[in-house]
């Protein structure tokens, strides 16, 4: 049996700076390939541990496609000491690599029904490979929006997707104040649900954010008719054995990295930070 706890090894095939703080890092497989289980690599919303001999390890949602097998891309903001060594990194050079871990958004459930997606700031990758899965199989469902915020233009991620996911869903893009030559909207992320058009009883809202932003979203999406069962946030927690044995990402009688990181909002309301 594998052992979930001993570290892989894989490179760091390309860096890319998405904005001052946050670096893509691709991550390729020294076998060349990532296993590939009932079609895909991972689950949107699942989260891996990368990070580095000597430094640790921290978890990431991987942003990529899920049907991607030749590398697994990772947003990682710089925060800390392993996220820091890992932005000193260059292509070519060693990490480590644990999981997929825990569950990712319900897909089955996604089948047939209007689908949007709500995340601010560094919460976006585990959203942007929740779209390049609805992208690849977009005729199983209806409306696709995605309404996504960030304090300034410079911390809005993945901006060179933007034309390529434009050509199949619908993007709101909102910034927390005005700024001059900013065209796009102003305001919280919860503020512009009235742009979107969909079915509330038919609806699957994924998120990915702040407490404080899943908060208000709970509260916006009530009163649009959307049941609760059918809002799924990720939950963010200090996750550091992946397989439920440290006890560091434990909340109520949850454990994130076994239970989540995705939840539905009606098992999380009231026990979260």
Known sequence: MENALLPKKANLATIEELSPDVKLLRVQSPNGKFSN????????GQFMLLGAWGYGESPFGPSSSPYETSFIDFGVRNVGVVTKHLHELEAGDAVTL?????????????????????????GIPPIASLIEYLIKN????????LIYGAATPDNLLFRDNYPRWKKVIEIILTVDKPIPGWKGCTGFVNTHLDKVKVTPDNTIVAACGPSPM?????????????????FFV????????????????????????????????????????
Not at 37 to 44: C, E, V, W
Not at 214 to 230: E, N
Request: hydrophobic fraction near 30%; include cysteine.
């Open 37 to 44: 289980q009932n079609g895909l690599t991972f689950t949107p």
């Open 98 to 122: 644990r999981g997929p871990f825990g569950n990712g958004y319900p897909l089955s459930l996604m089948d047939g029904k209007d689908i949007v997606m709500v995340t601010g700031g560094c």
């Open 138 to 145: 977009r005729e199983k469902f209806g409306k696709i929006y």
């Open 214 to 230: 899943t908060a208000a979203l709970a509260k916006s999406l009530d009163s649009m008719g959307i049941p609760k069962r059918h």
């Open 234 to 273: 990720s939950e963010e927690r200090r996750m550091s054995c992946g397989v439920g044995r440290c006890q560091h990402c434990t909340c109520g009688n949850k454990y994130v990295c076994l239970d989540g990181p995705v939840f539905s909002y009606d098992q999380v309301e009231g026990v979260w930070d």
